[in-house]
Each structure stands twice: as C-alpha cells, then as structure tokens.
C-alpha cells in the first residue's frame, strides 16, 4: 500500500433483533487482523412528547483490543428529535455516556447536554 495509508482488512458484522417487545438488537462486529472485536445488544425505549420524541437506550456493549487484552465497555446517550410538528425538525444526542476498562483502570464519562429550547447552541 502507499505510505500512510492503512493495509486493507476485512470486517465480519452480524447484527440481529433478538427480541420485539422490548425490542433489542444484538450485534457482533470483527476485523481479527486490525485486532479489535466489538459485541453487545441495545434495547431501545422511547416516549411521545408532543412536538418531540425522546429514544433512550439500555446497552451493554464492549469493545476488545486483541493485542493489548483490554476490554472497554461503553453506553451510549439518549437520542432526542424536536420539531415533529412546530418549527425546523432537529435531532441530537443527550445525556450521560460512559467508558471504563477494567484492565487499565481508565475510564471516561461523558454528558452531551441538549439545545435549550431558547437560546443556546447544538452539540
């Protein structure tokens, strides 16, 4: 390959709904030769708010880097879109999200804070 470009490696996915009420979704992904293998599931929730709809997530999904024996377990931030009925139709990302490694001791926690409805700036 030219200089500073990556070799070129394949990724296995598979991913599945394992369940409809709650839905959950199971997912598996690999590249053995970039030495890394993602696995977990999602349960997703959500609720009606009038002019928005609010999609929460229930994870468990991990992160293993093969050469080093780490595993890195994540979460992820609830899923917000506004304007379904007044106003310019918007989505991002809210709440709390979480990274820890239990064989490091690194961890990080993260919050992405929404747009307040006056005023204020996007993520």
Same mark, same amino acid.
């Given at each position: 390959?030219?200089?500073? !470009?990556?070799?070129?490696?394949?990724? @296995? =996915?598979?991913?599945?709904?394992?369940? $409809? $009420?709650?839905?959950?979704?199971?997912?598996? /992904?690999?590249? *053995?030769?970039? #030495?890394?293998?993602?696995?977990?599931?999602?349960?997703? #929730?959500?609720?009606?708010?009038?002019? /928005?709809?609010?999609?929460?997530? =229930?994870? *468990?999904?991990? +992160? =293993?880097?093969? /050469? *080093?024996?780490?595993? @890195?377990?994540?979460? +992820?931030?609830? @899923?917000?879109?506004? %304007? +379904?009925?007044?106003?310019?139709?918007?989505?991002?990302? #809210?709440?709390?999200?979480?990274?820890?490694?239990?064989?490091? %001791? @690194? !961890? /990080?926690?993260?919050?992405?804070?929404?747009?307040?409805?006056?005023?204020?700036?996007?993520?």
């Amino acid at each position: 390959p030219p200089q500073g !470009s990556l070799p070129e490696t394949r990724c @296995y =996915v598979v991913a599945e709904q394992v369940s $409809h $009420h709650p839905p959950i979704t199971a997912i598996f /992904a690999s590249n *053995r030769q970039a #030495g890394w293998v993602f696995h977990g599931t999602v349960r997703c #929730g959500s609720r009606f708010l009038g002019n /928005a709809v609010d999609s929460t997530f =229930v994870t *468990r999904l991990s +992160l =293993v880097l093969l /050469a *080093r024996k780490e595993e @890195y377990f994540m979460t +992820l931030p609830d @899923y917000h879109v506004k %304007g +379904l009925v007044i106003g310019s139709m918007v989505t991002e990302f #809210g709440g709390p999200c979480a990274v820890k490694c239990k064989q490091t %001791g @690194y !961890s /990080a926690d993260l919050k992405f804070n929404q747009k307040p409805m006056f005023g204020g700036f996007f993520n």
